[in-house]
């Protein structure tokens, strides 16, 4: 399938952007300590539909993952294999007999409890979802703190949203004619994840760089032709075509 999106005309080149098919989720979050789980609705564990997973600790199951997204501390207790009624005084609650346990004032602190027992407490969860299916981005804070220094997930989370819905693209440089460049001044670079206006401009950066050079070996050129003397309409053939 033809992954050409645009043809754009710039200074004397074209610049064709093209969707990049090629890389996976490795290369989008490179050495990043996170995991991107697939979801799947029927229970299955996360460590079979891991696409993506450098944290530095064994990844949990689905349900807890989902239970952490959700905040819901009963489908957290289930996944513990807790019994309800001995939850809340296993971390040192009185249940009021008018209500089930989950609905406890101390409801924030229950749940935090049962993260640290199972040693997750730094564990945080975003959903993210494209066409019909539902991923989570599963990271440790102390593992990005130690990683980053106290690094804001949400850029990361930008580029993998990006990477399902498909914005991952590349550019060629190519001549006026929309013919490939030959040797060192061939040009294409692949894997912008996000806005393709930032592959553009990289682009035409590109295009910048080889102008400059064309220019500066035309002018190198010129010199040498004037020093030999090479009659004006022989220096016209030679540099204009």
Known sequence: MDSLMETVAYRGYQIELHWDNDHD??????????AVVHWDY??????GNALHD???????????????????????????????????????????PAFPWHYYKSMDRLFKGMLYYSGNETMRVEEIRSQRETYFYVWYQ??????????NAKP?????????????????????????????MS?????FVGDVSYCLDEGK????WIFDKVRELRQKRVKELLRN?????????????
């Not at 989720?25 to 996170?34: A, G, I, K, R, T």
């Not at 993998?160 to 060629?172: H, N």
């Open 229 to 241: 003397k090479v009659p004006l309409l022989v220096r016209q053939a030679e540099l204009y075509g």
């Open 205 to 208: 950066s590109a295009v910048d």
């Open 54 to 96: 450098n944290c530095g600790r064994s990844l949990p199951g689905s349900g807890m993952i989902k239970a952490v997204h959700d905040n819901d501390a009963d489908e957290l207790a289930e996944d513990l294999g807790f019994e309800r009624r001995d939850t809340a005084k296993r971390f040192g609650f009185q249940e009021d």
């Open 156 to 184: 990361m989370l930008e580029s993998i949203q990006s990477y399902f819905d498909g914005e991952v693209y590349g550019y060629v440089v190519k001549d006026k004619d929309g013919e490939d460049m030959k040797g060192t």
């Open 142 to 151: 102390d593992e990005l703190d130690k990683y980053a220094g106290m690094k």
């Open 25 to 34: 989720l490795d290369f989008v979050l490179c050495d990043e300590p996170c």
């Open 42 to 47: 029927r229970g299955y564990s996360s460590r």
């Open 187 to 191: 040009d294409s670079c692949w894997g």
